[in-house]
């Protein structure tokens, strides 16, 4: 389980659509408000397990070349300590105990840009976001609770912990494409539904 200094987001039931149809009977329709977390991370795919992350001890101009290198606007960032670090790593593989925090675009602007400091002297565990002001989510988190996490608090990105161990980090760009996504499908039923496919 994770530490209890990061607030991990409580399960809640999410609402389910249905759309009537001629026939009397009533179709699932899938929303924002029925998904969770874990559909995500399965539509992110294979990058879930691969997710880029930084050490402590990295430069921090080597942590903004590597966001902006695959698009990314955070890292997450372990601490492994004495033991090696394995650059191929998975972070499924990593506890979620070798967490020290987050680095992300805003900490670069207001930590390194605004304060006038080198990216290139300073280090990543000098300017990230730590472990204890963290808030986590698992795989069994709404997705509606999630964004509501990530606007209420300010944040643009959020770390799931799944028993313990890294599952990903999912970003407020992500549950944007999932609302998209849905509504794209809402709009093909609906079209159908007007054109007579659920007759």
Not at 34 to 46: S, Y
Not at 53 to 65: E, P, R
Not at 173 to 188: A, G, L
Request: hydrophobic share 40%; with cysteine; glycine share 8%.
């Amino acid at each position: 389980m994770a530490p209890a200094a990061c607030r991990v987001a409580e399960q809640t039931k999410g609402a389910t659509c249905f759309m009537s149809t001629d026939a009397g009977t009533e179709k699932k329709e899938n929303t924002i408000s029925t998904h969770k977390i874990a559909d995500l991370l399965n539509l992110k795919g294979p990058q879930v397990g691969n997710s880029f992350w930084c050490s402590t001890g990295d430069l921090v101009i080597d942590a903004v070349h590597m966001m902006v290198a695959n698009n990314v606007g955070a890292l997450l960032v372990f601490d492994f300590g004495e033991e090696a670090t394995d650059r191929k790593r998975k972070m499924a593989d990593i506890n979620y105990q070798a967490v020290a925090g987050i680095i992300s675009e805003r900490d670069y602007m207001k930590k390194i840009i605004v304060d006038g400091r080198s990216s290139q002297l300073t280090k990543v565990g000098e300017i990230m976001t730590r472990q204890t002001n963290l808030i986590t989510v698992t795989p069994e988190t709404p997705m509606i609770q999630a964004m509501e996490l990530m606007v209420e608090n300010h944040i643009r990105h959020i770390p799931v912990v799944d028993s313990g161990k890294m599952a990903g980090l999912v970003s407020i760009r992500d549950v944007v494409r999932i609302v998209v996504q849905d509504h794209r499908e809402e709009v093909d039923r609906l079209r159908e539904f007007i054109s007579g496919g659920y007759m």
